[in-house]
């Protein structure tokens, strides 16, 4: 496609559910990565993928957060037992193997917890 | 201490102005630099990127980094209603060459 691609656009869950959010990175793009922003800030960083290998994953705020790509290409972020605090707009980016790394960002999911 | 600062704002100038917005940076090991642009409601446009000491310019955008100041700013000339947006500046962070740290954002509105 012409760009990164995220589903869906929203979502609401109630406290306690378990989400799974999913991105289509620009093709041939070999870094994914996904950031979270809450209203008013900037996006901050919560994973990083080159191909399949999950190389940094400092950023997941905890281990209810978990991210995979198994085959290089699409990935899909998982929150279990979402809380209040999660709700968030969770942004992809995807950007080709480089020394600079320009990212692209898909249109986002945002996450409503009730 | 925040990684990247930027003024919140709002900037407002008039159309056919020129807007300047500032960021500073903490880690002095940051070596590539963006400017990404968010429409209310969506997600961060990159509209341009520096590497190196001094300018870049691109149609009516100037980016200009200074590294020993630790200082990257955009110049927006000819401003049009259709910049208003808030404008985030990223920096890569942490020693590597992929993670970004962004601000959070200044607001601008451009009056016609």
């Known amino acids: 496609g012409a760009g990164v691609s995220q589903s869906p656009r929203y979502k609401v869950a109630k406290r306690g559910q378990d989400v799974a959010l999913r991105c289509d990175p620009i093709s041939g793009h070999v870094s994914l990565f996904w950031y979270q922003q809450a209203l008013g800030q900037g996006p901050e960083f919560l994973t990083y993928f080159q191909n399949e290998a999950q190389l940094d994953k400092s950023g997941l705020p905890s281990d209810r957060f978990f991210a995979e790509r198994p085959e290089g290409s699409v990935s899909t972020l998982k929150i279990q037992r979402t809380q209040q605090e999660d709700s968030a707009v969770y942004l992809c980016?995807?950007?080709?193997?480089?020394?600079?790394?320009?990212?692209?960002f898909g249109p986002g999911t945002r996450l409503t917890v009730l | 201490q925040k990684e990247v600062e930027q003024n919140s704002g709002p900037l407002s100038v008039p159309e056919g102005a020129i807007a300047s917005l500032n960021c500073t940076y903490s880690d002095r090991g940051s070596q590539s630099f963006f400017w990404y642009r968010q429409y209310s409601g969506k997600s961060p446009e990159l509209i341009m990127f520096?590497?190196?000491?001094g300018d870049k310019e691109d149609g009516r955008f100037t980016a200009q980094l200074n590294k020993a100041s630790q200082y990257v700013s955009l110049l927006i000339r000819d401003s049009q209603p259709s910049d208003s947006a808030t404008y985030l500046c990223a920096v890569n962070s942490g020693g590597s060459n992929y993670k970004l740290t962004f601000g959070k954002g200044t607001l601008l509105t451009v009056n016609p």
């Open positions: 520096i590497y190196s000491n």
């Open positions: 980016a995807s950007s080709v193997q480089g020394l600079y790394n320009e990212q692209f």
